[in-house]
């Protein structure tokens, strides 16, 4: 088919045969005109200019952007000033990028991947106000000799630092071939700082109750830019890099938060802070060294100590950095040792109090119907079984429990514990003979401690009593010691008072159900409520108690 455009038609005519002919020219045209053919034209990369250059991001906290870009037909049009060793930019046409810093971070620029098919150059800027017209040389490299991919060691990779002072100030990348050499590449852009670099980004910890928790850390491309005040001897936190985490302690707990690990391979420092938040934080305490640390650095490691005494505490903070301006990988243990508060009670329930001895009876362990588990459904407390093959005066009569109350507000209970009563009136730990613990308990107040039975009212001391890790003693058995209410306690002879009995199903009150309890579960055994004086079979004697001490209550606050 002929063609039909005009240029053709006017070079068909132009070069006919007999115009060859006459001039004794051979010519040779392979494809001059290829009807058909398709041709690619290189056109300009749009981002060839500075003010055109392609956004990358957002690179928020550790996030990472690629792009795949070529510097095939790239101008050196606005070229920038050359920045970084070995780089030329008025060699070859390059292209721009632009990402927005997120502040006080380490980013890594690079051009190391199978996609690279050129010898690249990269370098850095960042531009104030008028942004192009004023770039600033950050960094550049020409050559990476640690890349393996693409383009090998003649690919680029640089890392550079932004720092607090140039959030929201754009940085460009500018991307170019080497010697003249133009082609294909994928650039990377990453957030190489630890997500915790900053004390805004503080990574949260858990400490489990009484134990430990484990974690990874390192120092590795954080910066040094706002660091804390210097917390605790040998500290210098203006000397080198640093990572936050923190947690929220529980009341009254011991705290110990250490580098102390084979996994730690540099000399650490540990700072520990105290605030509502970042900006008003205050020192509790610090270390550069432990000296009885044998693991990973030795005695470099770090091991700090702190305690909470409060009840509804501040955040604490803990900033981990190196000594001297080390950096490298740790593991971070913080380890809750919960303070433990004693109480010493003393207290006589009325149904299995005998006046002749002064004791009261066991006949419940002696018939082997007290529960390993308390009845009360408080915190599941348990007594080993040798703890009860205990006879004599210290010989366990039934379980109890122990309140500590809100001395201004006497119907707020704080903690509960269920215990242990002895024969002779002593309240114990369910190892069967030291004082009551109390953990997560406040030592700056002061308490009112109550005792409750099942089947007795309770009674409640009006004086309050602070505790500590001494045991504190308070005696519900003599008139020395108020209590709430009017006629809370019944005389028991000898100027011994004890709980009232009877209360069968633990109401705070004698009343007619009582009466009825004791008669339906006449005749019956076991741990029984009904059953009154304890000792292990509801009769006449239980029946009477309910009758005798009918309508008593009240012996608690609501």
Not at 14 to 29: D, E, V
Not at 163 to 180: L, N, P, T
Not at 275 to 294: E, K, Y
Request: aromatic share 8%; glycine share 10%.
């Amino acid at each position: 088919m002929k063609p039909t455009n005009k240029l053709y038609s006017r070079l068909s005519s132009f070069f006919s045969p007999s115009f060859f002919k006459k001039r004794g020219i051979i010519l040779l045209l392979c494809g001059f005109l290829s009807l058909g053919a398709t041709y690619n034209i290189l056109t300009t990369p749009s981002n060839d200019l500075c003010s055109t250059a392609v956004t990358l991001g957002p690179l928020d906290y550790q996030g990472s952007d690629s792009v795949t870009g070529t510097t095939l037909a790239a101008t050196t049009t606005g070229a920038p000033i050359d920045c970084g060793t070995g780089v030329d930019n008025s060699e070859s046409g390059g292209v721009w990028y632009t990402f927005t810093g997120t502040g006080n971070r380490f980013y890594e620029i690079s051009t190391c991947d199978p996609g690279t098919t050129i010898d690249t150059e990269v370098s850095v800027y960042y531009g104030y106000n008028d942004l192009c017209n004023n770039l600033v040389c950050v960094d550049g490299n020409d050559d990476d000799g640690s890349c393996t991919q693409g383009n090998g060691s003649s690919n680029s990779s640089l890392d550079v630092m932004v720092d607090d002072e140039a959030v929201s100030i754009e940085y460009f990348i500018y991307v170019k071939g080497q010697a003249g050499s133009a082609g294909d590449f994928v650039l990377h852009v990453n957030d190489l700082s630890p997500a915790n670099n900053d004390c805004e980004e503080a990574i949260e910890i858990s400490p489990p109750e009484g134990g430990s928790t484990n974690l990874s850390g390192t120092t590795n491309f954080a910066t040094v830019f706002d660091y804390p005040s210097n917390c605790g001897d040998g500290i210098d936190n203006s000397d080198g890099p640093g990572v936050w985490y923190k947690f929220n302690p529980r009341t009254n707990c011991n705290y110990e938060i250490s580098t102390c690990s084979a996994n730690t391979n540099f000399d650490t420092e540990i700072s520990v802070y105290r605030g509502s938040f970042c900006g008003i934080l205050s020192c509790l305490n610090g270390n550069d060294d432990d000296v009885l640390c044998t693991a990973g650095s030795g005695s470099t490691n770090s091991t700090v100590t702190v305690n909470n005494p409060s009840s509804s505490p501040q955040p604490y903070y803990i900033y981990v950095k190196g000594n001297g301006g080390s950096t490298g990988d740790f593991e971070l243990t913080v380890t809750e040792t919960p303070k433990e508060l004693l109480l010493s009670v003393k207290a006589f329930l009325e149904g299995p109090y005998d006046s002749a001895s002064g004791l009261m009876n066991d006949d419940l362990r002696t018939q082997d119907l007290i529960p390993s588990t308390e009845p009360y459904s408080n915190n599941g407390e348990t007594v080993d079984a040798a703890v009860l093959a205990v006879s004599g005066d210290d010989a366990i009569v039934d379980w109890v429990l122990v309140e500590l109350r809100d001395q201004n507000i006497n119907t707020v209970v704080y903690h509960t514990r269920a215990a242990l009563l002895q024969r002779d009136g002593d309240i114990v730990d369910t190892d069967g003979m030291s004082p009551i613990s109390f953990i997560y308990t406040r030592e700056d107040i002061g308490y009112f401690v109550a005792v409750r039975h099942r089947n007795h009212l309770g009674v409640m001391a009006t004086s309050a009593l602070n505790l500590s890790e001494t045991a504190s003693s308070i005696d519900l058995s003599t008139s020395a010691t108020t209590v709430y209410g009017t006629d809370s306690r019944v005389d028991l002879g000898s100027g011994t008072l004890g709980l009232y009995g009877a209360d069968t199903d633990g109401s705070g009150g004698v009343n007619a159900t009582d009466r009825s309890n004791t008669w339906n579960d006449r005749n019956q055994s076991g741990y029984l409520g009904s059953d009154c004086d304890l000792s292990g079979t509801t009769n006449a004697t239980d029946r009477s108690a309910t009758w005798n001490n009918r309508n008593l209550g009240g012996t608690l606050p609501n």
